[in-house]
């Protein structure tokens, strides 16, 4: 049967985790529904994406549960790495594989299984009918792994409209103190070890640095950088604020000067959009999809995992008040051109109907 508007958005765990990937699908799931669609969110339980038991049944249960030619959006953390299950329903759903990034590209993962990842992601991905990258990187990345030889369609994240933030902006910094913001969940791939010993050889300069982002993620690795900004002496210069509501993020893009992120890999890298929407300056890596998320002139991009280099653009971004000023100014005029989020829940929506029409 055809069920017209009507989809079941499939994720791993909550909805509203704050991460990029997650932020992404709730703005999609937001806009389609302002569209019309009639969109059923379901949270599956259990371990992504190296699924567990509890993992795998969930899935199964839910795709069980769809009728005959309904269309399924599944983020690629809940069904990358479960093509058995996908695999068994795909000849009778319209089923859309959302990707962010490669599962088998997430830093840390030993070879065996970065290997089972990608082998199990390529068998998802040959059962959708339809697959979102978010990047047009991503896109590339999916065939130069073979993971895929369709045409993916690519969405890229929106902005929101930000009159109330740019309204509370504070004026360009004195340097006394810059404040810098870094926002982005503890994990390895995000490189906060590399931006802690980065800001220790900036640490002559007049600075405070605020890092938003989810610290329960990876008990170990925040300890760990709890334990390195000990040593590097930053405990009264860098504060970690933990996950944090959207008005509170909001609030800390407002106050920002200068926005630093030191990920070793992206698959897009939504904050440094966020950060051009609201007119900051940005040094950040070249690691995946960084290399283009940054707008031309909006900041300083340098090798990932490289700290000389990201301290020696941090230092020429807070002490060369011209590279400040032309860099704010180049991420103004690219924040004025940045797409919004119900522009991509309508590109989303013509790749559903597309797809649909497919099965």
């Not at 089923?95 to 830093?107: F, K, M, Q, S, Y």
């Not at 938003?212 to 000990?230: K, L, N, Q």
């Not at 890999?265 to 950040?284: K, N, Q, R, S, W």
């Not at 990932?304 to 990201?310: K, T, V």
Request: contains cysteine.
């Amino acid at each position: 049967m055809n069920n017209g508007q009507t989809i079941t958005f499939i994720i791993a765990g909550p909805l509203d985790q704050p991460t990029g990937g997650y932020r992404y699908d709730a703005r999609i799931i937001a806009g389609l529904r302002a569209l019309g669609w009639r969109v059923a969110v379901v949270e599956l339980p259990g371990r992504f994406p190296l699924a567990d038991d509890e993992a795998t049944r969930a899935l199964e249960r839910t795709l069980s549960a769809c009728e005959a030619g309904s269309r399924v959006v599944i983020d690629g953390l809940a069904g990358g790495g479960l093509p058995d299950v996908v695999g068994r329903h795909a000849a009778r759903l319209s089923i859309t594989a959302l990707v962010h990034h490669p599962l088998c590209d997430e830093t840390g993962l030993d070879i065996g299984t970065a290997d089972a990842l990608r082998a199990r992601e390529t068998e998802t991905l040959s059962h959708a009918a339809c697959i979102i990258t978010t990047s047009r990187f991503t896109r590339e990345r999916l065939h130069e792994l073979g993971l895929t030889t369709n045409d993916a369609v690519v969405i890229e994240p929106g902005v929101e409209d930000l009159p109330g933030a740019k309204g509370r902006r504070r004026a360009p910094s004195t340097g006394t103190p810059w404040r810098l913001l870094c926002v982005a969940t503890l994990i390895p791939r995000k490189g906060h070890a590399v931006l802690v010993e980065a800001l220790a050889q900036v640490a002559d300069l007049d600075w405070q640095c605020a890092f938003v982002g989810a610290t329960d993620r990876d008990p170990e690795h925040t300890a760990a950088i709890e334990t390195a900004i000990s040593r590097a002496g930053l405990s009264d210069r860098i504060t970690l604020h933990g996950a944090v509501d959207e008005s509170r993020l909001d609030a800390h893009y407002a106050d920002a000067d200068l926005f630093v992120l030191a990920s070793h890999y992206e698959g897009y890298g939504m904050v440094i959009t966020e950060a051009i929407a609201h007119a900051l300056p940005v040094v950040t890596t070249t690691g995946g999809a960084l290399a283009h998320t940054l707008p031309a002139g909006a900041g300083r991009a340098t090798p990932p995992g490289d700290a000389d280099a990201l301290a020696t653009a941090l230092r020429t971004i807070m002490t060369d008040r011209s590279a400040y000023t032309a860099a704010r100014q180049a991420a103004q005029t690219a924040g004025a051109q940045l797409g919004d989020w119900p522009e991509a829940a309508r590109a989303f929506a013509a790749a559903l109907q597309t797809s649909g029409q497919r099965t």
